[in-house]
Structure formats: C-alpha cells, structure tokens
C-alpha cells in the first residue's frame, strides 16, 4: 500500500522560510515521479513543483519559481520542498503527490497524480 505522509509545516511570518519533507513508503520510491501541490481556502488545488524519480528534472509553477526548491533523496524515501521568501499568498495546505505509473514523466495537472499525503497546514503571516 501507498503511503505518503508530510511534516514540516506551520506559521511563519513573511519573508521567512519552511521545509517540508513527504516520506514515501510501499513501493520502490526511486521509479516516480513526485509532486507538490498546494490548496488554498476556497481554492482549487493548485501546482507548485514536481521532479523526475531520479532528480533530474525539476519544474515550478510561475508563483514559486526562485523562492521553493524542490528535491529528493531516493536513499531515504523522501521528498523536500525549501520554501524560502514565503509570502501570504503562500498560505495553504500543502501536498505532496505521486502517479500510479513508473517513470512517468512529469504532469502539473492533479488528474495525473493518483496517490496523496494528508497535507500539511503553511500559514504566512503578513
């Protein structure tokens, strides 16, 4: 069975940073692609960043690119997001994701990711 389990959020004021970390378990974490994403209160979920199963690749929604970096370590089963210069509008639960296919290449779409975590809660104060 899939799971998928973040940590790492909570308050922070603007312009500081958070890491979040999703750890990966029941299946060989180093054949898929991952993805966060994001959903803001009455918000659609939203992309943020997503990387290829063995790093190489990475790629940002306009919103985050610059201030988030997005990583993996394929060793220990988990997936990092570094948010740094966090704005308000950064405020949202955030997930990581995965597809049910291996070495699928890299989708922003939600449609294409078939597992989730529970989220973790990012607040930005102002």
């Known amino acids: 069975q899939v799971q998928l389990v973040e940590s790492g959020g909570g308050l922070v004021q603007a312009g500081g940073s958070l890491r979040l970390s999703c750890a990966a378990s029941?299946?060989?974490?180093?054949?898929?692609?991952m993805g966060w994403f994001r959903q803001a209160p009455g918000k659609e979920r939203e992309f943020v960043a997503h990387?290829?199963?063995?790093?190489?690749?990475?790629y940002y929604a306009a919103s985050v690119k610059g201030r988030f970096t997005i990583s993996r370590d394929n060793a220990k089963n988990t997936l990092s997001l570094q948010m740094n210069s966090l704005k308000p509008e950064d405020t949202a639960v955030y997930y990581c994701?995965?597809?049910?296919?291996?070495?699928?290449?890299?989708?922003?779409?939600?449609?294409?990711?078939?597992?989730w975590g529970q989220g973790t809660q990012v607040t930005v104060s102002s």
């Open positions: 994701a995965s597809p049910r296919q291996m070495y699928r290449w890299p989708d922003p779409r939600t449609e294409e990711y078939d597992y």
């Open positions: 990387i290829t199963w063995s790093g190489e690749s990475t």
């Open positions: 029941g299946r060989t974490f180093s054949s898929y692609t």
